[in-house]
């Protein structure tokens, strides 16, 4: 949801289309969860082979293994798949708990402890994630029959070079990147990356040549106005373009996870990437966007009535607050992953079928 710009903004107003972008994607976790929650997505059921397991089953639950009698009784898929959705649900919940308190602490000027807020979830749990991702078997293998707990350690040395093989399977164009998101994350050459403001941010005194405390000073304890103004701007665009990155990995992960329509998918894709370009409104303005997003060749269907809506009045309302239909009125709002088209399905490219008849 866009904060109120009449309100008495903690923030420069420059930023305020950043924090916007910042705060939607908590709003897309959110929904996300509680989706999640809702229609119990974390339970994974388990269809017996016979009733001969299923009473089996329900003996050993008692007092034994449970997770040992599905593997070695042919359920390993089972229990795979439940640490999967278990894992990454709550690698989600621990982001959200540490991304939610850095936005805030940013918008109320705290940038530094703001800062400090982000190494776990960018460093550590992102991490997963993107394992999760790019190997999930791997990982899983690895937590659930290793008794060695280094084995799936992200930090350790062995595994901290996956991470970087599996950010760059993830960005198949990454030499057109505008960041580094390695080197962002984890580079301590470079003062404006993640570590190297974290070094200052959780030291009064840095020895790293790069780094280095100045004579006669104390990491940011005499901090002048114009070093916490680049900071705070660093924040706002550099977070902002990681969680773009970020949003893209999770909402494939759920959308498989759920099985959500191919539509749902590619409208909160389509939203995403909407709400990625007005950050950078003052560069690329909507007539920009819409060739960028080929706008003109997507249409918006109406959950409600099934009106197809394309219009450029219906796109820059989408990119800002909210999906209005133009035939009935119903409105969406897109500050939020969107579930709404989730009964609207394809039979083919000519015909439409819609939960309340056809489109």
Not at 219 to 229: H, P, T
Not at 298 to 323: L, R, T
Request: charged letters at 25%; aromatic letters at 14%; a negative charge.
């Amino acid at each position: 949801m866009q904060i109120d710009k009449k309100e008495n903004l903690k923030i420069s107003e420059e930023f305020v289309p950043f924090y916007d972008f910042l705060n939607y994607c908590r709003a897309c976790f959110l929904s996300i969860i509680e989706y999640v929650d809702k229609n119990h997505l974390s339970d994974e059921p388990i269809n017996y082979k016979s009733d001969k397991d299923r009473v089996i089953f329900e003996d050993v639950c008692k007092d034994k293994d449970a997770e040992q009698w599905l593997i070695d009784n042919g359920y390993k898929d089972v229990v795979f798949n439940f640490y999967f959705k278990h894992l990454f649900f709550s690698l989600l919940v621990d982001f959200c708990n540490y991304y939610n308190a850095s936005i805030d602490m940013a918008f109320n000027g705290n940038i530094y402890v703001a800062w400090a807020l982000l190494r776990k979830p960018l460093q550590e749990t992102l991490a997963y994630i993107e394992w999760l991702y790019v190997d999930k078997d791997e990982l899983l293998k690895l937590m659930i029959e290793s008794n060695d707990v280094k084995s799936y350690e992200i930090m350790n040395k062995k595994n901290k070079i996956k991470i970087k093989e599996h950010i760059d399977k993830i960005q198949n164009c990454k030499s057109t990147e505008i960041l580094d998101i390695y080197d962002f994350r984890y580079s301590y050459d470079k003062e404006l990356t993640l570590n190297g403001i974290l070094q200052a941010a959780n030291h009064l005194i840095t020895t790293r040549p790069v780094l280095k405390t100045s004579p006669s000073g104390l990491n940011f304890i005499f901090q002048n106005g114009e070093r916490i103004y680049r900071d705070t701007g660093f924040y706002y665009t550099a977070i902002s373009y990681v969680m773009t990155y970020t949003m893209d990995v999770i909402m494939k992960i759920f959308a498989d996870i759920a099985d959500l329509s191919e539509y749902t998918r590619a409208m909160n894709s389509l939203n995403l990437k909407l709400k990625e370009l007005h950050t950078m409104s003052d560069q690329i303005d909507y007539k920009k966007a819409k060739e960028l997003l080929e706008l003109d060749l997507i249409p918006v269907y109406c959950p409600v009535c099934g009106q197809s809506n394309s219009s450029d009045e219906m796109w820059i309302k989408f990119a800002y607050s909210h999906f209005e239909c133009s035939k009935c009125h119903n409105k969406i709002n897109t500050y939020q992953y969107l579930f709404d088209f989730e009964d609207i399905t394809f039979v083919n490219e000519n015909h439409k079928d819609h939960n309340n008849g056809q489109v």
